[in-house]
């Protein structure tokens, strides 16, 4: 793994703290429980971790293995960003700030990660998924989280 991607969700868009994203995880999403999980219910999409609005900090896939957050993607020339990646989604939305425990435990699983794999770059999922991909949005502040201030590599 050479690369952590950023990302945000939010299920349903804009609500916080019910088990939408882990069930979408686990694959055992709803489709009845909310409109908008029927029109997602049936994607099959995974992350290695999901950081929650309180700091929570879940894991479903090892990182010895491949999670399907990125998409149709490329860095540096590279397709298939699931497959060198890891992903790291943010409770959250583009239209809202994110909580100061976000970035504190961010920056330590950054960290950890960094330490633990040849880490060249922390970018968003918009910088992989340009034009098909707004995540994390206009209110991660990337300066914030580029003052952990050993990062190897490029900070988006």
Sequence with gaps: MSLIVVHAISLPPGEFGGDGIIRLFGNCLDAFAHPYFAQISTLRVSAHFLLRRDGELIQFVS???????????????RQRCNDFSLGIELEGCDDLPFAPVQYRRLRALIRALCAAYPIEAVVGH???????????????????????GDFPGACR
């Design 63 to 77: 990182c010895a293995q491949r999670a399907w957050h990125a998409g149709l993607s490329s860095w540096n020339g």
């Design 126 to 148: 918009s910088d992989i998924a340009p034009g098909r991909k707004t995540d994390p949005g206009p209110h991660f502040d990337w300066r914030r989280l580029a003052s952990i």
